[in-house]
């Protein structure tokens, strides 16, 4: 199995409301990253995780928090969003980031529109 | 300034064509990946390199350290190699990658 899941697919949120976003993976990897792509843009980097600990967080605010609840499972909790987070959300994974570059497989994508 | 350049920027041409796409950077890396994303957003890993020239199938990778620049070329260039390729670089550990503008290919039957 060398899929990553993301869900939902797609997701309208209002500014005041709480949602989740949901990543899995079961190729055993135990490095795991969220990235965030604009539209007719590059994804950026947010969040690096790597053995369940956050290792890389892009000063990315506060109203993103991620979750590696265990090695095969990443979360992204959305509160109080702005219209401009409004983007494709990725998720990717990889063996386990101590290798001179490992590749990274990536997840469809969640993508989120903030009213 | 954007650490990682990629031209063409948009490339069309005609099915059967050799495409070559280009990227260079500008800082030291562990590793260069070179990546496609197709309409609707899914991204394919399609090489990892550190250094030479790695293939697979019509699609060839080459890097070299030295002058910072690698190529990525596609043989008998078909429709359904039209997508967004993309060159980013790793810095090393369970880093995240740093990705280039992107190459917007059109191949036309």
């Known amino acids: 199995d060398t899929e990553v899941t993301q869900t939902p697919k797609h997701l309208v949120m209002g500014m005041t409301n709480k949602k989740s976003l949901k990543c899995e993976q079961h190729?055993?990897?135990?490095?795991m990253y969220w990235y965030k792509q604009k539209a007719k843009k590059p994804p950026e980097l947010m969040f690096v995780?790597?053995?369940?600990?956050?290792?890389i967080n892009e000063s990315v605010p506060s109203r993103f928090s991620p979750e590696c609840p265990n090695s095969s499972l990443l979360n992204l909790h959305l509160h109080a969003l702005q219209p401009e987070d409004s983007a494709l959300y990725l998720c990717?994974?990889?063996?386990?980031?101590?290798?001179?570059?490992?590749?990274?497989?990536f997840g469809p994508g969640t993508r989120l529109t903030v009213l | 300034k954007n650490e990682v350049e990629q031209s063409p920027q948009n490339l069309t041409a005609q099915e059967g064509e050799f495409i070559t796409i280009n990227c260079s950077y500008s800082?030291?890396?562990?590793?260069l990946h070179w990546l496609q994303q197709h309409p609707g957003g899914g991204i394919v890993s399609l090489f990892m390199l550190s250094s030479g020239k790695k293939k697979h199938g019509r699609l060839i990778a080459t890097i070299n350290i030295q002058e910072k620049h690698s190529s990525l070329h596609i043989t008998a260039s078909h429709p359904r190699d039209s997508a967004v390729y993309i060159c980013a670089y790793s810095g090393g550990g369970a880093d995240g990658l740093t990705f280039g503008k992107g190459t917007h290919l059109i191949i036309q039957p």
């Open positions: 995780y790597s053995y369940e600990k956050l290792s």
């Open positions: 190729m055993g990897h135990r490095a």
């Open positions: 990717a994974s990889s063996q386990d980031g101590l290798a001179i570059g490992d590749t990274q497989y």
């Open positions: 800082v030291g890396i562990s590793a």
